[in-house]
């Protein structure tokens, strides 16, 4: 198993376009989490599936956000019309039966 | 909006000595995790202390955990350049699920 997969790495974009990232979690996980980490600060948490159910989304996830699981196994985090304020790491994690999250390398999203 | 709080925010060491960072958390916890982050990176696990532990070791880490005073401590001994990274403690929110919110990280530098 190679872990938890993110792409692309790295997406810079025009305000106002619509870009999609995918996270494709460790095989056996059925509980998928995308966060957002800005410059300094310390991941914070947006939604989480378990299997293709979404179960929370945070006050951060805007109407312009929206993450789909299709088949309880990869993910895929969608934003509209971006914004400069979207600009953000935006990681992925899954667990398994135990607390640990394994994290993916992460979507470094510049939007200018 | 973060949980914890690291302390400090940033600490640089030479290779061999010892590196302690704090972090307090504002609600009560059944487990607390520390997590490490290489620059621009994704995260990984380092170890979790349940609420009912004081202290716990892995290698050259050892935290303890303070619940009385909504505290943990991470130890690295004999550090090396190669511990040089980010380091994030993080709580699980209240209703399960195993989403996490961490503190603000404390970046440490270890100098050859």
């Known amino acids: 198993d190679t872990g938890v997969s993110q792409n692309p790495r790295h997406k810079i974009t025009k305000r106002g376009q619509n870009v999609t990232f995918r996270c494709d979690p460790i095989s056996e996980h059925n509980r998928l989490y995308w966060y957002r980490q800005t410059l300094g600060q310390g991941p914070e948490f947006l939604t989480y599936?378990?299997?293709?159910?979404?179960?929370?989304k945070s006050r951060l996830l805007s109407d312009r956000f929206s993450a789909e699981r299709p088949k309880g196994s990869f993910s895929t985090l969608e934003i509209q019309r971006t914004e400069q304020g979207d600009s953000a790491m935006y990681l992925c994690?899954?667990?398994?039966?135990?607390?640990?999250?394994?994290f993916g390398q992460g979507t470094r999203l510049t939007v200018v | 909006s973060q949980q914890g709080e690291e302390d400090p925010q940033a600490l640089s060491i030479q290779e061999g000595e010892n590196a302690t960072m704090n972090c307090s958390y504002k609600t009560s916890i059944n487990n607390l995790q520390w997590y490490r982050q290489n620059s621009g990176r994704g995260l990984v696990h380092l170890i979790l202390i349940r609420s009912n532990e004081r202290e716990k070791h892995s290698g050259r880490l050892r935290v303890t955990l303070d619940t009385s005073k909504k505290s943990s401590s991470l130890l690295i001994t004999a550090s090396r350049a190669a511990d040089t990274a980010s380091y994030f403690c993080a709580t699980p929110f209240t209703g399960g699920g195993n989403k996490l919110t961490f503190g603000t990280g404390t970046q440490l530098k270890v100098e050859l």
């Open positions: 599936f378990q299997n293709e159910a979404q179960l929370e």
């Open positions: 994690a899954s667990t398994g039966s135990g607390t640990e999250a394994f």
